[in-house]
Structure formats: structure tokens, C-alpha cells
């Protein structure tokens, strides 16, 4: 196996990251661009709330984002993310540990059909808080030599991108939740159910009659109301506070 220039890589991918840092999915883009450069399969990012100790869901990169963003939990149930945070470090997590550590309902929705592989936890740090968590699974990957050096450059890529989204405010709208069913209109919980289902524009629009301009009307309302980013994320928001089934 060659010896991998790790470097380099990090030089290639942190251009990348601030050229695409003015861009309205940077974080996406910031994860893609880790598995190109670095060893890891997919991944996710999660917004995390110092006081409260809450981390939440908010991108993801090779995985179902519905689900990414479902999870809201106190990293004090989690001592991975707890550990993370509490030492500003990241946390390797072999086979075994994912499997004792990660309730059972993420094992199901996160491994389905593939075998489970090692995962990194690393804390996204601001000048005064980690305010998210770069989660990382290895995936095929699991031959790569995980030296000094590259655990190293990890934890400035856990800075860099903690520093751009307490800058851009990135994870501000995350907060915003809705406070009862009442947000939403009769007509926008029909829809925002519809698009829980799965629906596309045009189905909504046929199965409530109406037009598929006033659809999209619905929609850009439920996400302005909810503090959304887009439909799947308006969509996650209603799940998680028991607005919709």
C-alpha cells in the first residue's frame, strides 16, 4: 500500500473548504470533501449546544439526512460525544465500542445492510466552545494506517469548520423549533404530513385537489415557520416534535 501524503491532502482539501465556504450547503460540501481527500466512507455533521448539552442532527454526507437530522439526544447519554466534548479531542470508536455505544435504533438505521466499521467523533471547536461534532465512519477503509498526523490534521479540520459555522451562524436556524401544532395552518400540516410520506409536489397538489403552485406556497410557509433549510429538514422538525406521525 502506498504511503499516503497526508499533508498534501490536507493542503488540497482546506483550499476547498474555504472556496466553498460563502456557499449555502458548505457543510455538505465540507463532507464530501473529507471523504475524497481522507480515508472515511461517509459522514455527518451535528449542531451542539454547550449549556444545554445538546447535540442535533443537521447534515449528512452518504447518509438518509431524514435521519440525520431526527436525532436530538444529551451527550451525556452518549459517552462518545460527551468525552469529545469534555476534552476538546477526538474519539476513536472500533466495531465493538460503535456497537455498545450507539443505541440500537441508529445501528438499525445507519449499518442496514452493510457491516459495522470504525467511526470518528470529532469535536468541532470555536474560540471558546465546541459548538458541533464531525462524525466520521471508516467504512471499507479500515486497512489505512490511523497515524499521529493524520489525527492531528482531523482535529484543525474540527476547528476550521467549527470557526466558519460560529461565524457564518450556521447552525443557528437548527435551534429554531416549532413551538406547538398551532405553527402550522390545517392546510400545512396536510402537506408537510404528505411530504412525510413521501410525496412528491404533484402528488400533494392531487391528493388535496389544489394547484401544485399553491403547493409550493405551503411549502416555502412551513419552512419559513419552522426555521427550516429545506423540506426534509421541515419535515425531520415535525417528527421530532410530534406534529406529524
Not at 135 to 159: E, F, M, T
Request: with cysteine.
Amino acid at each position: 500500500m502506498r504511503e499516503i501524503d497526508w499533508r498534501k491532502e490536507y493542503c488540497l482539501y482546506k483550499k476547498e473548504l474555504f472556496n466553498s465556504a460563502e456557499e449555502s450547503d458548505f457543510l455538505k460540501m465540507a463532507l464530501e470533501g473529507i471523504t475524497r481527500y481522507f480515508p472515511f466512507e461517509r459522514g455527518f455533521i451535528m449542531a451542539y449546544d454547550a449549556e444545554t448539552r445538546i447535540k442535533q442532527g443537521t447534515v449528512g454526507y452518504g447518509f438518509n439526512e431524514n435521519d440525520i437530522m431526527l436525532i436530538k439526544e444529551d451527550t451525556r447519554e452518549s459517552p462518545a460525544f460527551f468525552m469529545a466534548a469534555m476534552s476538546r479531542r477526538s474519539i476513536f470508536m472500533n466495531e465493538g465500542l460503535v456497537e455498545k455505544s450507539i443505541p440500537l435504533q441508529y445501528l438499525h438505521t445507519f449499518f442496514v445492510g452493510t457491516s459495522l466499521s470504525p467511526i470518528i467523533v470529532q469535536p468541532m471547536i470555536t474560540v471558546q466552545n465546541v459548538n458541533g461534532f464531525l462524525v466520521l465512519d471508516l467504512g471499507c477503509h479500515h486497512a489505512v494506517k490511523y497515524d499521529s498526523l493524520l489525527l492531528d490534521i482531523l482535529q484543525n479540520i474540527g476547528n476550521e469548520l467549527g470557526m466558519l459555522t460560529y461565524e457564518k451562524g450556521a447552525f443557528a436556524r437548527f435551534s429554531t423549533e416549532p413551538k406547538s401544532e398551532k405553527t402550522l395552518s390545517p392546510r400545512e400540516l396536510q402537506v408537510v404530513q404528505g411530504l412525510a410520506y413521501g410525496l412528491s409536489t404533484h402528488e400533494v397538489a392531487d391528493h388535496l385537489k389544489i394547484n401544485q403552485l399553491t403547493v409550493r406556497d405551503y411549502c416555502s410557509s412551513i419552512i419559513k415557520k419552522l426555521g427550516a433549510i429545506n423540506r426534509a429538514h421541515a419535515v425531520a422538525i415535525c417528527f421530532r416534535n410530534g406534529i406529524i406521525n
